[in-house]
């Protein structure tokens, strides 16, 4: 089986293959990196590029013990789900979704994990504004919701 093809190759400080694949490719890729073996996406996270947001995914071929990290980027925050191949993505796309505002087009079930749903912003975004602190407080149902009132707040 030939190797999928990336737009570059590098390697990472801690020796790993690094594939760099556009967005609309990246679906397309991450089936053959799938279908060579790499069986296990153990992590998904973001960076904020200022300009970009760079989308790392980091995968495992579990019965040879190979690593490859596979990379795009995104200017408009959106890239496809990886969770019609890897029922990891599930949580992992949540959560980088709630913190990092990337948004996993074709994920069923695209909501915060950690905020509740009414919370302005993503945390760990760059331009998030921490002076506009939110507290969090709980309804008659149960449910969290986000509040600017600090007296009905935690």
């Known amino acids: 089986m030939s190797e999928p093809e990336s ?29 060579r073996g790499f069986n296990h996406l153990s992590l998904i996270t973001g960076v904020d590029r ?10 495992h ?6 690593y490859v990290v596979v990379k795009t980027t995104t200017d408009n925050g959106v ?7 890897w029922n990891s993505a599930r949580w992992d796309e949540r959560e980088q979704y709630d ?5 996993f087009e074709g994920h069923e079930n695209l909501k915060r994990i950690f905020l509740p749903e009414n919370w302005v ?26 509040t600017f009132d600090q007296g009905d707040g935690w």
């Not at 737009?7 to 760099?20: A, M, N, Q, R």
């Not at 556009?22 to 279908?35: A, Q, V």
């Not at 071929?61 to 190979?66: G, L, P, S, T, Y």
């Not at 913190?99 to 948004?103: A, F, Q, T, V, Y």
Request: aromatic residues 8%.
């Open 7 to 35: 737009d570059s190759i590098s390697k990472g400080k801690d020796g790993l293959t690094i594939h760099t694949v556009s967005k609309d490719r990246l679906l397309e890729f991450m089936k053959d990196m799938k279908e």
């Open 50 to 59: 200022r300009d970009y947001v760079e989308v790392v995914y980091h995968l």
């Open 61 to 66: 071929a579990m019965d040879r013990d190979e």
């Open 79 to 85: 890239v496809p789900s990886m969770t019609s191949l």
């Open 99 to 103: 913190l990092m505002g990337i948004k």
């Open 121 to 146: 912003g993503h945390p760990l975004r760059k331009d998030y504004d921490l002076s506009n602190v939110q507290y969090i407080n709980m309804d008659e149902d149960g449910e969290d919701y986000a």
